[in-house]
């Protein structure tokens, strides 16, 4: 392949010819289209019939010359609905090429052919823009660092609506990493401040990315040794305790799903919010500090 490629331009490419070889093909669609267009275009010209169109006419027991003009009509569809599949395709195509265009820092290992065609399928009737970013970010990851976007993921991604991607960004700056636990703290008084509504958390929890559970609890250990670290941006909170201390924090849990989109949707946060969990956790763990 061109050698002025990225190596993540040559993997998507690669992975562009092996998923649509795979699946449905827009071009071979269109030449099965255009041939049958031809043969009307040649029934009008010789006056002939084919068997199909026979068939067609003693099937429906309609007259010859409403059987062709309907035929017309479901080619034209037939095209118009597979271009607009293909465009689509396209531009989540275009969205992941902007992002590895200068990407060389990508696994060896390739993007599973299952995974390949699932993906397709499901971008093909995607045509909101930012949802198709949205798509271009998750081909991107995947051709970057393969099964870091399982199946189940996809398939919940393509029941999303653009309204639903929305609200879970909306509370993307309420996510923090509890030692590898994406969650969000559920704590009436700070969710009432920063509007994180029940209702929102109930929503994402029907699109299978949020467990809106009211009774969960994340029970951490912590020593010297091993503290609480929460990462959040570029910032760690960390407990400082020198004997072994357990700290309880209910939390409305990510699911796997949740996690998987939360890797490409856009990062914003909230500093006051990261204080005011630093509070929370230090005005109901009195003998530990938090630095």
């Not at 030449?31 to 019939?49: C, R, T, V």
């Not at 989109?261 to 509070?279: G, M, P, R």
């Given at each position: ?102 990407e060389n820092e990508v696994a060896d290992e390739v993007v599973n052919e299952d995974w390949l065609m699932r993906f397709f399928n499901s971008i093909q009737d995607i045509s909101n823009t930012d949802m198709q970013k949205l798509w271009g970010k998750v081909l991107a990851g995947e051709i970057k660092s393969p099964n870091s976007f399982t199946l ?140």
């Open positions: 392949m061109n050698e002025n490629f990225s190596n993540g331009l040559q993997k998507l490419y690669n992975c562009v010819s092996k998923g649509l070889g795979s699946i449905m093909i827009p071009q071979e669609v269109r030449n099965i289209i255009d041939k049958e267009a031809k043969q009307i275009d040649m029934l009008e010209m010789d006056g002939g019939i084919t068997d199909k169109a026979i068939s067609l006419c003693n099937d429906m027991e309609q007259p010859l010359g409403e059987v062709k003009e309907l035929y017309r009509r479901t080619c034209s569809r037939m095209l118009y609905q597979e271009m607009r599949k293909q465009k689509n395709i396209e531009d989540v195509v275009n969205e992941a090429k902007a992002i590895l265009q200068d189940r993921s996809l398939d919940t991604l393509s029941k999303i609506t653009k309204q639903e991607a929305t609200l879970f960004e909306e509370l993307r700056p309420y996510i923090i990493n509890y030692r590898g636990t994406f969650a969000i703290l559920n704590d009436d008084e700070i969710n009432k401040k920063y509007n994180v509504l029940y209702g929102k958390i109930v929503e994402m929890s029907e699109c299978g990315l949020i467990d809106s559970s009211g009774s969960m609890r994340l029970t951490l250990g912590v020593t010297a040794q091993y503290p609480l670290e929460l990462i959040y941006d570029m910032k760690l909170l960390k407990s400082n305790n020198i004997e072994e201390k357990k700290i309880i924090i209910p939390i409305y849990k990510l699911t796997q799903t949740g996690q998987d989109i939360l890797s490409v949707v856009a990062d914003n946060y909230d500093e006051n919010y990261l204080q005011d969990v630093a509070n929370y956790l230090a005005k109901n763990n009195r003998e530990i500090t938090f630095t």
